[in-house]
């Protein structure tokens, strides 16, 4: 067995968290001492107290608490902790999603990139596999929004509307976007099953996986940021015929900062990629108004030197787009990119960092 460095993060709480069960009262351990301030827990609202308190099923034990804002019976959400003693909740934004989306895939950071190959494959099946005839015609969307034989920038957006919430398009009145993702999550979700026995056994892990991170992407989507933090989102990216995969983490400068320094308001745009001949690569695009600065953070220095040769070519393209001021540059990686975006979705969502352990068998 292999052990990481980091800590071992645990979900939800395991021991008594409280002197009330689910069967009664009953002697528990003050909240003192299984909470800590800032901690993120998972939590159902199974009712309140005479006293006012809300009472909630956090791994399994029954706990009460004092929150800040209104909470509904039978709703389940994230929670921050404020304070032990007494203990006070608030719900948790954006940080519990991010938390939970993080550990589930470093459990298996290639599931994503299976999951949406296993996709592609099925769609190149459903014309002739029978037990696939009712899904065929969202597998061929699906492969129509992800692969091309030339660059399409409106293809990069239905890709990521069908693959994330679609709030986008439902907020311009369309509503499409949003039926093609639902669409999308119940095929993924019905394949899951296999009941033709087409895909394997490792097509079937892969595909329940990619439906897990999905739903996990999507809560994480739909989620408003506090006032504290930046306004992110984070969607899956696939590259032609499997040639990459990878997630495209997107950041809106808080409107806050840019109302008290008179400055426009900027965004920053980080992929995070898996490519079949560069390996590993992210690259992160930072835009204020006219002014667009990049940087490629490679795996190796031949690589480097082969994207460094490029870049003049790729500054004079965007300049062309109306960009006045472009400057791109390109690195060595000092460690490996899903440290990175574990980095990258810590900061934005303003939260500490997420021990994770590693455990191989």
């Given at each position: 067995m292999k052990i990481g460095?980091?800590?071992?993060?645990?979900?939800?709480?395991?021991?008594?968290?409280?002197?009330?069960?689910?069967?009664?009262?009953?002697?528990?351990?003050?909240?003192?001492?299984?909470?800590?301030?800032g901690q993120l827990v998972?939590?159902?609202?199974?009712?309140?107290?005479?006293?006012?308190?809300?009472?909630?099923?956090?791994?399994?034990?029954?706990?009460?608490?004092?929150?800040?804002?209104?909470?509904?019976?039978?709703?389940?959400?994230w929670l921050e902790v404020q304070q032990t003693e007494p203990l006070w909740l608030r719900v948790a934004d954006k940080k519990g999603a991010a938390q939970e989306f993080l550990r589930q895939y470093y459990a298996d950071p290639a599931a994503m990139g299976k999951g949406l190959r296993a996709?592609?494959?099925?769609?190149?099946?459903?014309?002739?596999?029978?037990s696939l005839a009712d899904q065929a015609g969202v597998l061929q969307n699906f492969a129509n929004a992800a692969m091309g034989p030339q660059a399409d920038p409106d293809r990069i957006i239905r890709l990521l509307a069908m693959l994330g919430s679609g709030g986008i398009a439902e907020k311009n009145?369309?509503?499409?976007?949003?039926?093609?993702?639902?669409?999308?999550?119940?095929?993924?979700?019905l394949l899951a099953e296999d009941r033709g026995g087409v895909l394997g056994k490792a097509?079937?892990?892969?595909?329940?996986?990619?439906?897990?991170?999905?739903?996990?992407?999507?809560?994480?989507?739909?989620l408003p940021?506090?006032?504290?933090?930046?306004?992110?989102?984070?969607?899956?990216?696939?590259?032609?015929?499997?040639?990459?995969?990878?997630?495209?983490?997107?950041?809106?400068?808080?409107?806050?900062?840019?109302?008290?320094?008179?400055?426009?308001r900027g965004y920053t745009l980080s992929f995070f990629l898996e490519m079949s001949r560069l390996g590993e690569l992210q690259i992160q695009l930072r835009v204020k108004g006219q002014t667009l600065q990049g940087e490629c953070v490679v795996g190796s220095e031949a690589v480097r030197e082969h994207l460094a040769l490029q870049l003049t070519e790729l500054e004079e393209l965007?300049?062309?787009?109306?960009?006045?001021?472009?400057?791109?540059?390109?690195?060595?990686?000092?460690?490996?990119?899903?440290?990175?975006?574990?980095?990258?979705?810590?900061?934005?969502?303003?939260?500490?960092?997420?021990?994770?352990?590693?455990l191989e068998a």
């Open positions: 460095g980091a800590p071992l993060f645990l979900k939800g709480i395991q021991l008594p968290a409280s002197g009330r069960g689910e069967g009664g009262d009953k002697p528990g351990l003050p909240a003192s001492l299984l909470f800590g301030q998972r939590g159902e609202v199974t009712g309140f107290t005479p006293e006012g308190k809300v009472l909630l099923n956090i791994g399994g034990q029954i706990v009460e608490a004092r929150s800040e804002v209104a909470l509904k019976p039978g709703s389940a959400l996709l592609q494959g099925l769609a190149f099946l459903a014309g002739s596999e029978k009145g369309t509503g499409q976007a949003g039926q093609g993702a639902q669409k999308l999550h119940e095929l993924v979700a097509n079937v892990s892969a595909i329940q996986k990619l439906g897990l991170l999905l739903e996990l992407q999507g809560e994480l989507n739909a940021a506090s006032a504290q933090q930046s306004q992110f989102l984070l969607f899956p990216c696939l590259f032609v015929m499997g040639a990459g995969v990878g997630q495209w983490l997107f950041t809106l400068d808080r409107g806050e900062d840019q109302a008290a320094t008179g400055e426009e965007l300049g062309k787009l109306g960009y006045e001021s472009v400057h791109f540059s390109c690195r060595v990686a000092k460690g490996n990119m899903l440290e990175s975006l574990k980095i990258n979705i810590e900061a934005a969502a303003q939260m500490d960092s997420v021990r994770i352990v590693d």
